[in-house]
């Protein structure tokens, strides 16, 4: 019941009914008190508003038994030592769901390798394994569920056009775009997307490294290229680096898929992040501060989620300096982080800090805004 997990049961539990299964009992608790566990508005919207078909359970068996579809959306991280991701959470349940009940369809929504449904089918002898991507963001799993851009079933046969009528049944949006595609070819484009995107937020990163450089205005920069329609003016603010729980294990992802075939762009992809976070960290560490502040662990505002977020890979550089830091995130309960202090109080932080990191900026720091670094250029995610 994260994100992805939680969005698809309230939007399908609008008209059918709906088990929420999770291994947190506090997780559990609050949905069937109708709370949302997860920051997204049009979630705490529905749970608390609309009429849902939607309990939740930590009962695993007593869940899936007599179930037509189970949706399987839990986390396959990134695995560094053997360049895949780690699938064990998804083949676990696949497992068990093939022994309750094994007439049930099963949706795998989780992020996997290219030919791993493949793998799947042979290992348990059914075709019932699907995949369907998911193109969600944090903070507004639901609302890009209720308006998606697209559905992809990476299943030709009956039951996938069946399952792709219970996302649009859901959908506020009525003309969805529905794609049903082999299944490898819809595993690729879950990671091809997110390569994209990781692709874009670099190259608008690497303009602005440029521009820093050269001492030129990179918002006039990329105000001048967007305007060409080909390019947009979309998805071109400047950051510390891709980050969250998609993009960095999805390049990484696809690039070990490219094992044997010639590449050049999608290892450029995965490089460039390590080589933007060096090049951020060189400019604060040239200003000489004593104390560097860093105002929120997370990626943007509206997530609570800051695995993979691209201010930590600055944090860790700055520190390997010698340069004390000092962390602002309400969202830790912990009194360090990486062996830096938490401070729970903004005003000390801002006080404590002599220069404040910060990927997005915000009203709570417009008062320090001369300590703020930041390379958010149009006050957006």
Same mark, same amino acid.
């Given at each position: 019941?994260?994100?992805?997990?939680?969005?698809?049961?309230?939007?399908?539990?609008?008209?059918?009914?709906?088990?929420?299964?999770?291994?947190?009992?506090?997780?559990?608790?609050?949905?069937?008190?109708?709370?949302?566990?997860?920051? /997204?508005?049009?979630?705490?919207?529905?749970?608390?508003?609309?009429?849902?078909?939607?309990?939740?359970?930590?009962? &695993?068996?007593?869940?899936?038994?007599?179930?037509?579809?189970?949706?399987?959306?839990?986390?396959?991280?990134?695995?560094?030592?053997?360049?895949?991701?780690?699938?064990?959470?998804?083949?676990?349940?696949?497992?068990?769901?093939?022994?309750?009940?094994?007439?049930?369809?099963?949706?795998?929504?989780?992020?996997?390798?290219?030919?791993?449904?493949?793998?799947?089918?042979?290992?348990?002898?059914?075709?019932?394994?699907? &995949?369907?991507?998911?193109?969600?963001?944090?903070?507004?799993?639901?609302?890009?569920?209720?308006?998606?851009?697209?559905?992809?079933?990476?299943?030709?046969?009956?039951?996938?056009?069946?399952?792709?009528?219970?996302?649009?049944?859901?959908?506020?949006?009525?003309?969805?775009?529905?794609?049903?595609?082999?299944?490898?070819?819809?595993?690729?484009?879950?990671?091809?997307?997110?390569?994209?995107?990781?692709?874009?937020?670099?190259?608008?990163?690497?303009?602005?490294?440029?521009?820093?450089?050269?001492?030129?205005?990179?918002?006039?920069?990329?105000?001048?290229?967007?305007?060409?329609?080909?390019?947009?003016?979309?998805?071109?603010?400047?950051?510390?680096?891709?980050?969250?729980?998609?993009?960095?294990?999805?390049?990484?992802?696809?690039?070990?898929?490219?094992?044997?075939?010639?590449?050049?762009?999608?290892?450029?992809?995965?490089?460039?992040?390590?080589?933007?976070?060096?090049?951020?960290?060189?400019?604060?560490?040239?200003?000489?501060?004593?104390?560097?502040?860093?105002?929120?662990?997370?990626?943007?505002?509206?997530?609570?989620? &800051?695995?993979?977020?691209?201010?930590?890979?600055?944090?860790?550089?700055?520190?390997?300096?010698?340069?004390?830091?000092?962390?602002?995130?309400?969202?830790?309960?912990?009194?360090? &982080?990486?062996?830096?202090?938490?401070?729970?109080?903004?005003?000390?932080?801002?006080?404590?800090? /002599?220069?404040?990191?910060?990927?997005?900026?915000?009203?709570?720091?417009?008062?320090?805004?001369?300590?703020?670094?930041?390379?958010?250029?149009?006050?957006?995610?």
């Amino acid at each position: 019941m994260g994100y992805v997990g939680l969005s698809n049961a309230v939007l399908l539990a609008q008209h059918n009914e709906v088990i929420g299964v999770d291994i947190s009992k506090q997780r559990v608790h609050a949905l069937n008190n109708r709370k949302s566990p997860i920051i /997204d508005m049009e979630i705490s919207q529905f749970l608390t508003e609309r009429e849902l078909n939607l309990e939740a359970s930590t009962d &695993f068996k007593a869940s899936i038994n007599q179930a037509d579809y189970v949706i399987v959306s839990t986390p396959t991280n990134y695995d560094e030592k053997t360049n895949f991701f780690d699938t064990s959470s998804v083949e676990e349940v696949i497992s068990n769901v093939v022994k309750i009940e094994p007439e049930a369809c099963i949706i795998v929504k989780s992020t996997i390798p290219v030919g791993f449904i493949d793998t799947l089918r042979a290992k348990f002898k059914t075709k019932a394994i699907i &995949f369907s991507p998911e193109f969600l963001r944090e903070g507004s799993a639901l609302h890009d569920n209720l308006f998606p851009s697209r559905i992809i079933v990476g299943d030709k046969s009956n039951r996938g056009k069946i399952f792709a009528n219970l996302l649009k049944q859901g959908a506020i949006k009525k003309d969805v775009e529905v794609l049903f595609t082999g299944r490898r070819e819809a595993e690729a484009i879950k990671l091809f997307s997110n390569t994209y995107l990781a692709m874009r937020v670099a190259f608008f990163n690497e303009l602005d490294s440029f521009a820093l450089t050269g001492e030129m205005n990179s918002r006039e920069i990329i105000n001048g290229v967007s305007l060409d329609p080909r390019i947009g003016n979309h998805y071109n603010n400047p950051s510390f680096g891709y980050g969250g729980y998609c993009l960095p294990k999805d390049t990484k992802q696809l690039l070990a898929n490219y094992a044997n075939v010639p590449q050049n762009i999608i290892r450029a992809i995965v490089d460039a992040n390590s080589t933007r976070k060096d090049f951020l960290a060189d400019e604060i560490i040239k200003k000489r501060p004593a104390v560097v502040g860093i105002y929120r662990l997370v990626m943007k505002t509206g997530s609570n989620n &800051f695995r993979q977020s691209s201010i930590q890979g600055i944090m860790k550089r700055i520190k390997a300096k010698g340069i004390e830091v000092v962390v602002y995130e309400p969202g830790l309960k912990e009194s360090v &982080f990486f062996n830096s202090r938490v401070e729970t109080n903004l005003n000390l932080f801002k006080k404590r800090s /002599d220069i404040i990191l910060a990927n997005r900026m915000i009203p709570d720091l417009a008062d320090v805004e001369s300590k703020v670094f930041t390379r958010d250029l149009f006050r957006v995610n």
